[in-house]
């Protein structure tokens, strides 16, 4: 089992940059995929960015596609999410997520693990 928690979040302009980080519990790390996705108010969870076991194939939404950057530490038990060009339509919970599974999924059933999240909001 693996606890994650998420830390980074805030309040930012429209074309700034944050940058979000998950803190992974366990000697287990590197056996996850990790993914990061968003909730905004009273809207469905959605895939952001996922990144394999060891840290050679990203995938990204299309909507943060070239604004966004997932990477991990497998060293340091961590995975982080480098945001830039931040738009309002950024704004929303962001959930760092563990998935056993060996492949990268996009869908939020196929991660075994969440964090509690982190605030981010962009003001326009």
């Known amino acids: 089992q693996v606890q994650l928690v998420e830390s980074g979040g805030g309040l930012v302009q429209a074309g700034g940059s944050l940058r979000l980080s998950c803190a992974a519990s366990?000697?287990?790390?590197?056996?996850?995929?990790m993914g990061w996705f968003r909730q905004a108010p009273e809207k469905e969870r959605d895939f952001v960015a996922a990144i394999n076991r060891r840290g050679e194939i990203t995938y990204y939404a299309d909507s943060v596609k070239g604004r966004f950057t997932i990477s991990r530490d497998n060293a340091k038990n961590t995975v982080n999410l480098q945001m830039n060009s931040l738009k309002p339509e950024d704004t929303a919970v962001y959930y760092c997520?563990?998935?056993?599974?060996?492949?990268?999924?996009?869908?939020?059933?196929?991660?075994?693990?969440w964090g509690q999240g982190t605030q981010v909001t962009v003001s326009s």
């Open positions: 366990g000697r287990t790390f590197s056996t996850y995929v």
């Open positions: 997520a563990a998935d056993r599974k060996l492949s990268i999924a996009t869908t939020q059933g196929s991660y075994d693990y």
